[in-house]
């Protein structure tokens, strides 16, 4: 055998255990690398989801779930909205001035974009429980002074009709308004606010 085929099949095993280990490193490195990327629950579970108001009646609220929490959206009459401001003295943060309570465009007396419709996280900034709908005002276990709002059963905080907290309660803050837009009249997009300007 002459040295040059031995210089050739040398060669030659040189570079098909090259070409094998290179294309055995790329399949192991691709697996690893995919496992950096969130799973299809994971993203779904971060995806902004919309919400259909359009038969959501005045007075009603609806419920949905964005990023594993509950997202309370209620559509609120001309009389709630003006009894609001009854109350405003016995609130802890009427002016929403706990910047991470809510983005810049809800920062207003109605915590919206929109005055009739209220986007609002439905977890109690005490302890995380879920706030239940007190909309009628007055009942006989929440007082003569009760306009309307969001009563936490497990610790007794009380917030107004725009997720305002009130004083000398638990929760130390307004409940959280999520970043949000409207796609239409009807159809809100919770979790992403591109383009909504304060």
């Known amino acids: 055998m002459s040295e040059k085929s031995g210089m050739d099949r040398r060669h030659f095993l040189t570079v098909a255990t090259s070409v094998t280990g290179t294309a055995g490193l790329a399949m192991a490195i691709v697996p690893f690398a995919m496992s950096f990327k969130p799973s299809a629950r994971a993203q779904a579970l971060g995806a902004p989801v919309q919400v259909d108001i359009s038969k959501l009646e005045i007075g009603e609220m609806v419920r949905t779930t ?8 209620v559509r609120r009459s001309t009389e709630m909205l003006s009894l609001m401001d009854k109350n405003v003295d016995e609130l802890a943060d009427p002016n929403s001035e706990v910047a991470t309570q809510q983005p810049a465009y809800a920062q207003n007396s109605t915590r919206s974009i929109n005055p009739e419709v209220l986007v609002v996280l439905g977890v109690c900034t005490h302890l995380g429980c879920a ?8 009942p006989v276990d929440l007082g ?5 709002g969001f009563y936490c059963p497990c610790h007794g905080s009380k917030f107004d009709l725009s ?3 009130y004083a000398g309660v638990p929760a130390p803050t307004n409940m959280e308004v999520p970043p949000y837009r409207f796609l239409s009249e009807d159809l809100i997009l ?7 300007t304060a």
Do not use: L, M
């Open 144 to 148: 003569p002074d009760w306009v309307g």
């Open 66 to 73: 964005w990023r594993g929490k509950t997202v309370y959206v």
């Open 131 to 138: 706030p239940i709908d007190r909309f009628e005002v007055s």
């Open 163 to 165: 997720g305002r907290v």
């Open 190 to 196: 919770v979790g992403d606010d591109t383009g909504v």
